[in-house]
């Protein structure tokens, strides 16, 4: 952690090569005293700050800091133990993923996309998919069989989101407990992906014009074993998390944002409804046949920390009856559209290898129809094209609205795809929530936002 | 011929029919068309935004396709007359009246209105652009309160709109979404900021500089989000190359990305 210092300008110049041990004294420039410190021991820092009667420290807290959720850059300006002032460095993994995909066909980019929130991969593919999907008008066309799968897998998806949150955060707070028990039931959902998609993330399996594939023997059992798994679990975290007397010193009161904080800044997902608007797109904008599935949004009043905590779990709980409906429903049918020109025709097949061709498929196009055979090629080589216009798609995610803005100028690949994640939307809120607070406290409020840098970033 | 087959050729045909059926009826009068042997384009209106070439991406000669001539026109889907349907219609008749109450006449700050799969667009002037976003914040009948930020498209073909910034708004109250598109010109990138209105776009304002190069006059501190502070170029607009390097694949190079066959 490196650590500068400057009565009037934070972060100022600061960053010559100097040796490690150079708290002796300020150096002086143009905007006043600044101090660098980088290595050496502690008590010397604190020394130093004492020489000078000014208590205002400027700390950097990441790019590189276990509880920021991957590279994300703090910058805090402390006075004491209080932040007068924080603000947020992000673009650490920044992987230019909106402009990589106007380089690939359109089916291409759900390998991309999955990659951006990475806790969330199977929303991230939707909503690309739900996008060029308006753009085609093939959305009435999806069959039934692949719009109950997604909403399937999306639940199962909400809920290792939110157990991550629930895990990440309190490690964050020293509950190791907590930490093992959200992995352990995180791990049965990847389990249930890496059977179903093949991958335990980075999934690629919702395709424009529905599924990569079907359900594979037996996934529907393990799904239902899964819930009534789940169903017990969940009690274990109201004992450890809901009633524990540390939790609730560390989270009530803490990173509060109210209603209208909420709406100036854009935030949406828990943060909103932990401020008492039950504003979820399932419910006021439905996609995917939500509207016909029975489940309540939860909310709570206290727009703090602790209501974000109760939200979530509850959350899990309505993902779980979803996931239950959805298993109900499941009938037996196709998974992509019935339009040749937009199915992928392969038909992959989970062989002992992984993922791959199915033998059959590639039978019938290298041996009996050449006509398959040059419509394979093409579609495989050159894609599909996509209408010109521009479509705007939105869905709920764990952490709130995701948006995805696809433009196409009639070509076989995006013309632009922009993702309105909600990630980079939330943070904005952290200087909010942290100012006036305590240093310790940051840590609790930025882990209630949940942010995940690959979405912010992308 | 077995069955996947026999599907996937009716597919094609019906597409061909279709095809040739809206072409016929978008038929200009005769005299306009330069040959009478090639079918004109579906859907000439709209909004043009570049011309394509060809085919398989092969723009230096070496085309031996006989795809070469062929031409594309992409047009975006153009003005949209009355009735819009739905909702629309009150959206625009409610914006259009609180306009006018402003004393701003509507047809100056809406230049055109765009309803296409199944959402409305409307097209503001760079200008006016703050003051309708506020109107359409705090009107009783309008309140959109949320806006999920601002998208950058960069359209080199488009000449003297090069730069579109996009934004889509969302209203709690009413449960709907609109989409504002405003759009400047390269050679002068200017977009007044909407940060007074809503908050919400700090970032994304910075964003779509970063990315763009589109200015937000009246961003508090509009700086590169993304990229690093002293980055040159603006990496998303259409001029600025991918990168990547050829790659060795069982003895034979794969181009990098943006080198590869394209299609047009």
Known sequence: ?458 | MSEKGEQGEKGQQGGKGEQTGKAGQDRPAEGDRPDERIPVQRGDTGEVIGVRRGMFGANNGGDTTGYGRLVRTVRLPGETARPYGGWFDEVADELEGALEEQGLVPSNAIEKTVVDRGQITFHIAREHLPRVARTLRDDPALRFELCTGVSGVHYPGDKGRELHAVYHLRSVTHGRLIRLEVTAPDADPHVPSVVDVYPANNWHEREVYDFFGLVFDGHPALTRIMMPDDWQGFPQRKDYPLGGIPVEYKGAQIPSPDQRRSYS
């Not at chain 1, 952690?1 to 010559?16: A, I, N, Q």
């Not at chain 1, 980019?109 to 996008?131: Q, S």
């Not at chain 1, 359900?215 to 009534?228: H, N, T």
């Not at chain 1, 939500?290 to 709980?317: N, Q, S």
Request: contains cysteine.
């Open chain 1, 1 to 458: 952690m490196s650590t500068s210092e400057s009565p009037t300008s934070p972060g100022g110049p600061g960053k010559t090569a100097r040796s490690p041990r150079s708290t002796e004294g300020p150096r002086e420039t143009t905007e006043g005293p600044v101090y660098t410190v980088t290595g050496g021991d502690w008590d010397e820092v604190v020394t130093a700050a004492r020489k000078t009667d000014d208590e205002h420290i400027v700390v950097n807290m990441g790019p590189q800091h276990p509880s920021t959720h991957g590279v994300l850059r703090l910058i805090l300006e402390i006075d004491g133990e209080t932040v007068t002032e924080a603000r947020a460095g992000i673009g650490y993994l920044h992987t230019g993923i909106e402009k990589n995909l106007e380089f690939r066909n359109w089916t291409q980019a759900t390998t991309f996309v999955t990659r951006m929130d990475y806790l969330m991969p199977l929303f991230n593919e939707t909503v690309y998919c739900l996008g060029v999907e308006r753009l085609l008008g093939i959305e009435d066309q999806i069959p039934d069989r692949a719009t109950t799968l997604r909403v399937l897998l999306m639940e199962l998806n909400r809920i290792s989101s939110h157990l991550v949150f629930i895990a990440t955060g309190g490690m964050e707070l020293g509950a190791t407990t907590v930490a093992i028990f959200g992995f352990r039931d995180r791990e049965m959902i990847l389990d249930i992906f890496e059977l179903i998609t093949g991958l335990r993330m980075n999934h690629a399996y919702v395709r424009p014009g529905g599924l990569a594939q079907d359900l594979p023997p037996g996934a529907v059992d393990q799904v239902r074993e899964f819930v009534k798994k789940m169903r017990k679990n969940l009690t274990e975290y109201d004992k450890l998390v809901v009633g524990s007397p540390a939790y609730k010193a560390r989270l009530q009161d803490v990173g509060h944002l109210d209603l209208t904080g909420c709406m100036a800044l854009g935030v949406t997902g828990p943060v909103l409804r932990a401020a008492g608007l039950p504003h979820d797109l399932r419910k006021s904008d439905p996609y995917c046949g939500y509207e016909t599935y029975d489940f309540e949004v939860p909310t709570v009043d206290t727009c703090d920390a602790y209501g974000r905590l109760l939200l979530r779990l509850e959350e899990m709980r309505q993902s779980l009856r979803i996931i239950e409906q959805c298993l109900d429903r499941l009938e037996p049918g196709p998974v992509m559209v019935a339009d040749k020109k937009i199915a992928w025709p392969a038909q992959l097949a989970l062989g002992p290898d992984g993922l791959g061709n199915s033998l059959d498929h590639i039978k019938k196009i290298m041996g009996t129809s050449m006509e398959a055979l040059i419509h394979h090629f093409k579609l495989v080589t050159e894609g599909f094209r996509v209408p010109p216009g521009q479509a705007y798609a939105a869905i709920e995610s764990p952490r709130g609205e995701l948006g995805a803005h696809v433009v196409s100028d009639g070509g076989t690949r995006p013309y632009r795809v922009h993702f309105r994640d909600p990630s980079f939307h939330n943070l904005q809120s952290m200087a909010a929530m942290c100012e006036g607070g305590q240093v310790a406290d940051v840590i609790v409020a930025v882990a209630s936002i949940d942010p995940v840098m690959g979405g912010v970033d992308r």
